[in-house]
């Protein structure tokens, strides 16, 4: 008797991990995808450009939200959480489990979700349509993908690699708008100078790239810094740091 219930515990535990597993396989995927395809996503030049990565951004959301509940709920039947057990999960060990940054991230969305509902312009203040689209619609899918990353992502060198390597594409690229070359015909197709002026590379706006290569600079010089053992590696970020530290002297 007592070896078929360890047997079913051991089984129970087993399913448990490997949905756990599957389920940070798949948060590693969109963490990928979104530090080395969402950068360089664009489907019509500058045009929409933001359009173009707001529907990026919550389709690959979406799915990653789903994917993660559908997987989280079958881990859990296969866990033994069944309706049998009602006190598998209650308030008080729910609350155990949440962390500062977890309230802080959850206080400010029922402040979006306030300040949303009582606007008198409540559908531009969901969409954000009328500025850079970050309204309600947007945080909804910020807030998710920050509790599925937080608890089940893995962090990985090799995907910070693709990222840096990505933004030197990014970075090049603004090097070579910054002398005037427009390696892909971007600017070109733009008819006002004022226009001209404030696009570069593959993320569009001016100050949404500077953004961008300050985020670059600070995560290549940390892991500059953290490697010890691979000089190649660290010629690498050195190398990034470099590539992203120039744009400041340029156009931005």
Not at 71 to 93: E, H, I, M, N
Not at 201 to 215: D, E
Not at 221 to 228: G, N, P, Y
């Amino acid at each position: 008797m007592q070896k078929k219930e360890s047997k079913a515990k051991n089984t129970v535990k087993n399913n448990r991990e490997a949905y756990t597993g599957i389920i940070s396989g798949i948060t590693g995927v969109y963490v990928f995808i979104m530090l080395t395809v969402f950068p360089l996503f664009a489907t019509h030049m500058y045009y929409n450009i933001m359009q173009d990565k707001l529907q990026f951004f919550w389709i690959v959301s979406c799915t990653l939200t789903v994917l993660t509940a559908a997987a989280w709920v079958c881990g859990a039947v296969a866990g033994g959480l069944t309706v049998k057990k009602p006190g598998a999960v209650s308030f008080k060990s729910v609350l155990k489990n949440i962390s500062i940054p977890d309230a802080f991230i959850v206080f400010f969305l029922l402040i979006t979700i306030v300040s949303t509902l009582s606007s008198e312009w409540l559908y531009e203040s969901f969409w954000g349509n009328m500025g850079r689209l970050q309204g309600l619609f947007i945080w909804f899918w910020y807030t998710a993908e920050f509790f599925i990353i937080s608890r089940w992502f893995r962090i990985r060198r090799l995907i910070f690699d693709a990222f840096l390597a990505v933004g030197i594409i990014v970075g090049v690229w603004c090097w070579l708008d910054t002398m005037g070359l427009d390696p892909m015909g971007w600017i070109g197709i733009l008819s006002r100078h004022a226009e001209k002026m404030v696009f570069s590379s593959t993320f569009g706006n001016i100050n949404t790239l500077t953004a961008g290569f300050a985020v670059y600079v600070g995560i290549s010089a940390v892991l500059f810094s953290d490697e010890h053992e691979n000089r190649v590696r660290a010629g690498f970020y050195l190398i990034c740091t470099v590539v992203f530290y120039f744009p400041y002297h340029g156009k931005i």
